[in-house]
T-cell receptor
Framework: DTEVTQTPKHLVMGMTNKKSLKCEQH?????MYWYKQKAKKPPELMFV???????INESVPSRFSPECPNSSLLNLHLHALQPEDSALYLC??????????????FGDGTRLSIL | AQSVTQLGSHVSVSEGALVLLRCNYS??????LFWYVQYPNQGLQLLLK??????LVKGINGFEAEFKKSETSFHLTKPSAHMSDAAEYFC?????????????FGKGTLLTVNP
C-alpha cells in the first residue's frame, strides 16, 4: 500500500475534454510533486509545490494546470491535451523541498490515454 | 549539475543468483543517493537511500547498496534473486542541503529473473 493516493488509476479522454487528476497524502509532507513518465523512461518532473505554493514549473505547457487546495491535496487540471500527453502521471511528496534528506514518496500514478 | 548513469538497460539473472545493478553518479556537491523500484503498473517505491553516515546501506526486500565516493558509485546488490524481484530499477541523485527537491534519475535497469 502506498501512502500517496492517486485517482483515477486510469483515464481516457478526448482532446477537447477537461479532466482532473487528484493526489492525496496524510504524512504531513509540505512538498508535493507532479511527474510525467513515458513507457520505459524515468519520471520527468513537471511541478513542485512547497507549503501550498507553486515553486517550480519545469516549462510545462499551459494545458496542464496544477492546484494545491491544501497541504494534503494536489490536483492536475487537464484541458485540450494532445496524443503525445498520453503517459503515466505520478504524484510524489516529501517533508520539504529544501535542506533535508528525506526521500520522495510516490503514488501509483494515473495512466492517461488521449484519443 | 548532477547526473546518473545506470550501466545496462536490461539485466537477466537466474532465481537464486546474485543481483548486481550498477549506478554511477556525478555531482558537484555531496550527493543524496536513492534506489527506487517500479513494478508493472505501479509507482516508484523507495528501496534504500544514502544521505550521510554509514556507506553500506540496507534497504527493503533484502537489497543493499554501497556508497563509494572514490568510484562515484552506488551499486545495488541482493545475494539471491527471487522471481518477485523482476521490475524496473531506478537510481537517483539529489543534492545535499539547499534545494534538494530535484531528483535526477538514471535511465533505469529492467531486471528479469529466470526460473
Amino acid at each position: 500500500d502506498t501512502e500517496v493516493t492517486q485517482t483515477p488509476k486510469h483515464l481516457v479522454m478526448g482532446m477537447t475534454n477537461k479532466k482532473s487528476l487528484k493526489c492525496e497524502q496524510h504524512m504531513g509532507h509540505r512538498a508535493m510533486y507532479w511527474y510525467k513518465q513515458k513507457a520505459k523512461k524515468p519520471p520527468e518532473l513537471m511541478f513542485v509545490y512547497s507549503y501550498e505554493k507553486l515553486s517550480i514549473n519545469e516549462s510545462v505547457p499551459s494545458r496542464f494546470s496544477p492546484e494545491c487546495p491544501n497541504s494534503s491535496l494536489l490536483n492536475l487540471h487537464l484541458h485540450a491535451l494532445q496524443p503525445e500527453d498520453s503517459a503515466l502521471y505520478l504524484c510524489a511528496s516529501s517533508q520539504a523541498m529544501v535542506g533535508n534528506n528525506q526521500p520522495q514518496h510516490f503514488g501509483d500514478g494515473t495512466r492517461l490515454s488521449i484519443l | 549539475a548532477q547526473s546518473v548513469t545506470q550501466l545496462g538497460s536490461h539485466v537477466s539473472v537466474s532465481e537464486g543468483a546474485l543481483v548486481l545493478l550498477r549506478c554511477n553518479y556525478s555531482s558537484s556537491v555531496p550527493p543524496y543517493l536513492f534506489w527506487y523500484v517500479q513494478y508493472p503498473n505501479q509507482g516508484l517505491q523507495l528501496l534504500l537511500k544514502y544521505t550521510t553516515g554509514a556507506t553500506l546501506v540496507k534497504g527493503i526486500n533484502g537489497f543493499e547498496a554501497e556508497f563509494k565516493k572514490s568510484e562515484t558509485s552506488f551499486h545495488l546488490t541482493k545475494p539471491s534473486a527471487h522471481m518477485s524481484d523482476a521490475a524496473e530499477y531506478f537510481c537517483a541523485v539529489s543534492r545535499s542541503g539547499g534545494s534538494n527537491y530535484k531528483l535526477t534519475f538514471g535511465k533505469g535497469t529492467l531486471l528479469t529473473v529466470n526460473p
